[in-house]
Nanobody, 123 residues
Framework: QVQLVESGGGLVQAGGSLRLSCAAS????????MGWFRQAPGNERDFVAG???????YYADSVKGRFTISRDNAKNTVNLQMSSLKPEDSAVYYC?????????????????WGQGTQVTVSS
């Protein structure tokens, strides 16, 4: 069983920055792939950024160059540094774990999810 707790969301003006963190319990963190997804009202939960067990990052085109994913296996955390934020980045952000360690874009293949943290970007 893996439990995930996100933090760091909030209200920020367009052009600003936020750093999201996801703390994971369980001993399989270092061998797992991690993902960040987001869901705005009325929309699907979309992929934002991910990282395989080896630390290779992956990004949605909409956030490339603005968001950076990182992980600290010693602390069992994965972070999402978000810069140059836009109103369209507003959503609930979720972190997720895929135990196999292989990165995939499909949210259905992630076994564990956090409760989400709200990010609101004002114009």
């Amino acid at each position: 069983q893996v439990q995930l707790v996100e933090s760091g969301g909030g209200l920020v003006q367009a052009g600003g920055s936020l750093r999201l963190s996801c703390a994971a319990s369980g001993r399989t963190f270092s061998t797992s792939a991690m993902g960040w997804f987001r869901q705005a009202p009325g929309n699907e939960r979309d992929f934002v950024a991910g990282m395989n067990r080896y630390g290779t990052p992956y990004y949605a085109d909409s956030v490339k160059g603005r968001f950076t994913i990182s992980r600290d296996n010693a602390k069992n955390t994965v972070n999402l540094q978000m810069s140059s934020l836009k109103p369209e980045d507003s959503a609930v952000y979720y972190c997720a774990v895929r135990l196999s360690g292989t990165f995939v874009y499909a949210r259905a293949l992630y076994e564990y999810w956090g409760q989400g943290t709200q990010v609101t970007v004002s114009s």
